[in-house]
């Protein structure tokens, strides 16, 4: 026969027991052994198998369905309450348990905290297993969308284009209640018209507290489904989400450690993220690397006052745009006379502070010298003359370009592509992650840790390989019983050597 077909009538049997479900060398066994690895007093997960009342699911079998069902791209309480009936490798994982979607969803969202933890310790084991050094980090960020939709996102202009749009609802709804009136007098025709009228304050109601809620926070915008999240611009147009931040290590490109935000863009989270990867790995790290995106000279400064070599571009080097004649970087700046010499030999004087007060602004000290010169059109065409800007770091700045464009600093940064950005392709597409499930900052925290370390398995695994990946897990969790055993037999010695207890006659 050439074509081979499938027997649904054949007769087959399962492996006896549930652990030969799966094949020694199956992925799944190491998710199995990284959970185990975990400590769940550390991450706050309550382990109480004497709780009376009634029995809930293994915290721990909960967390590894969470960590394997991430690392495969199955994210849904349903998907995955579908697995553990019918994928192999879930029900062994499970052990046979069954927990429903409910179950599922309560155990995530309780749990937050925990699983925003669960990359911490994760990190820590690489520190162990020597695969983090933490001498170079590479900062990335990605808009990752909300679980809410931007048709709830309102603004100012917004609330009051509606309230404008219900007036005139009202109005017209009014009218038609006084032509029906007159028309048909003493005939209960006035219903539906009062129905809509409430319909339209109501709305005109939820609107004004909106507004009211915009006055109060100080926001420019709000979602009224997920308050955190904000109007994100990105290659694949508007859209409520967060800003994704990781930090990865040079060394095999592990994550260490990930955060959320809800800003537009990447200026001002470069200290912020290298101070979180430097708490989370326990030392600081002597080179920070990020895109053009975080060149905030201020917040580079924070960064650099600490000793760490800073690997940033500004805007102008990523453009690749050539430095114009009349560029400020062409003017000479006279340090002890605090003004700058244009290039036709004139002097542009301080004469006040930028708006947000990052810097000074200099301007020609007289008009007519920019308007009778032969550069006029060129350099400037304003009539009050030229005016430069000159930032509080300036030299800082001009100090990082020169660094920048070192060879062996190119070098380093060259491999941020290479390190930095391949979680965000592998979280995306590989897992198809294109929004949160869990609404909130802190929701979004979680979920970002989960993909972390669903990430930094992954890699590990294809590292060390299967079998080298659970031999280091077992023994990290045989080593942390042996020492939990040595300290419950040191109370238990202690207690021994206690004086006996004095009991009273009656």
């Known amino acids: 026969m050439a074509i081979r077909q499938g027997v649904r009538e054949q007769m087959e049997l399962l492996p006896p027991r549930i652990e030969q479900y799966v094949a020694e060398d199956a992925p799944v066994r190491v998710y199995d052994a990284f959970v185990e690895s975990l400590d769940l007093d550390e991450l706050g997960i309550l382990y109480e198998p004497m709780k009376e009342g009634n029995p809930c699911y293994d915290p721990r079998a909960m967390l590894k369905l969470l960590v394997y069902g991430y690392s495969y791209g199955v994210r849904s309480s349903r998907k995955l309450e579908r697995e553990v009936y019918y994928n192999l490798a879930f029900i062994w994982l499970m052990g046979g348990l069954k927990p429903d979607h409910k179950t599922i969803a309560e155990f995530r969202r309780k749990h937050k905290e925990a699983l925003k933890k669960t990359l911490r310790q994760c990190v820590r084991l690489c520190l162990k297993l020597d695969m983090i050094d933490g001498n170079v980090l590479f900062i990335d960020g990605s808009k990752i969308r909300?679980?809410?939709?931007?048709?709830?996102?309102?603004?100012?202009?917004?609330?009051?284009?509606?309230?404008?749009?219900?007036?005139?609802?009202?109005?017209?709804?009014?009218?038609?209640?006084?032509?029906?009136?007159?028309?048909?007098?003493?005939?209960?025709?006035?219903?539906?018209?009062?129905?809509?009228?409430?319909?339209?304050?109501?709305?005109?109601?939820?609107?004004?507290?909106?507004?009211?809620?915009?006055?109060?926070?100080?926001?420019?915008?709000?979602?009224?489904?997920?308050?955190?999240?904000?109007?994100?611009n990105s290659v694949h147009g508007t859209h409520s989400g967060y800003n994704a931040q990781i930090v990865v290590d040079k060394r095999h490109g592990l994550i260490a450690s990930c955060d959320v935000a809800n800003t537009n863009n990447d200026l001002g989270q470069f200290s912020v993220q290298v101070d979180k990867a430097q708490e989370e790995l326990g030392k600081k790290c002597q080179i920070a690397v990020a895109d053009s995106g975080y060149a905030d000279t201020d917040d580079l400064a924070k960064v650099d006052e600490q000793g760490i070599q800073v690997i940033v571009p500004t805007q102008m080097i990523a453009s690749g745009r050539e430095i114009g004649k009349f560029d400020k970087?062409?003017?000479?700046?006279?340090?002890?006379?605090?003004?700058?010499?244009?290039?036709?030999?004139?002097?542009?004087?301080?004469?006040?502070?930028?708006?947000?007060?990052?810097?000074?602004?200099?301007?020609?000290?007289?008009?007519?010298?920019?308007?009778?010169?032969?550069?006029?059109?060129?350099?400037?065409?304003?009539?009050?003359?030229?005016?430069?800007?000159?930032?509080?770091?300036?030299?800082?700045?001009?100090?990082?370009?020169?660094?920048?464009?070192?060879?062996?600093?190119?070098?380093?940064?060259?491999?941020?592509?290479?390190?930095?950005?391949?979680?965000?392709?592998?979280?995306?597409?590989?897992?198809?992650?294109?929004?949160?499930?869990?609404?909130?900052?802190?929701?979004?925290?979680?979920?970002?840790?989960?993909?972390?370390?669903?990430?930094?398995?992954?890699?590990?695994?294809?590292?060390?390989?299967?079998?080298?990946?659970?031999?280091?897990?077992?023994?990290?969790?045989?080593?942390?019983?042996?020492?939990?055993?040595?300290?419950?037999?040191?109370?238990?010695?202690?207690l021994q050597q206690l004086p006996p207890v004095l009991t009273l006659a009656s």
């Open 146 to 232: 909300a679980n809410a939709s931007i048709k709830n996102t309102w603004t100012m202009e917004k609330c009051q284009k509606v309230l404008e749009k219900t007036d005139k609802i009202i109005e017209a709804l009014i009218a038609e209640a006084e032509a029906i009136d007159k028309e048909e007098e003493g005939m209960p025709s006035l219903v539906s018209v009062k129905e809509k009228l409430g319909d339209a304050g109501a709305v005109k109601e939820r609107v004004k507290a909106i507004m009211e809620e915009l006055r109060c926070s100080g926001e420019t915008a709000i979602n009224t489904v997920d308050k955190e999240c904000v109007r994100a």
């Open 329 to 494: 970087r062409n003017f000479r700046y006279d340090a002890e006379e605090d003004c700058y010499i244009c290039p036709g030999n004139n002097t542009l004087r301080y004469s006040g502070l930028t708006r947000k007060r990052k810097g000074k602004i200099y301007q020609i000290s007289d008009k007519g010298d920019c308007l009778g010169c032969c550069n006029f059109g060129k350099c400037t065409t304003s009539r009050n003359g030229r005016k430069v800007m000159r930032l509080n770091a300036e030299e800082l700045r001009n100090r990082l370009e020169r660094e920048y464009i070192l060879p062996q600093n190119q070098a380093i940064y060259k491999r941020r592509q290479e390190k930095a950005e391949l979680p965000y392709g592998h979280i995306k597409r590989n897992l198809g992650v294109s929004s949160f499930l869990l609404r909130g900052r802190e929701g979004a925290r979680a979920e970002m840790s989960i993909l972390s370390v669903c990430f930094n398995v992954r890699r590990m695994l294809s590292i060390l390989g299967h079998k080298g990946i659970i031999a280091k897990l077992k023994g990290i969790s045989s080593n942390k019983q042996t020492a939990a055993a040595l300290s419950i037999a040191m109370v238990v010695n202690n």
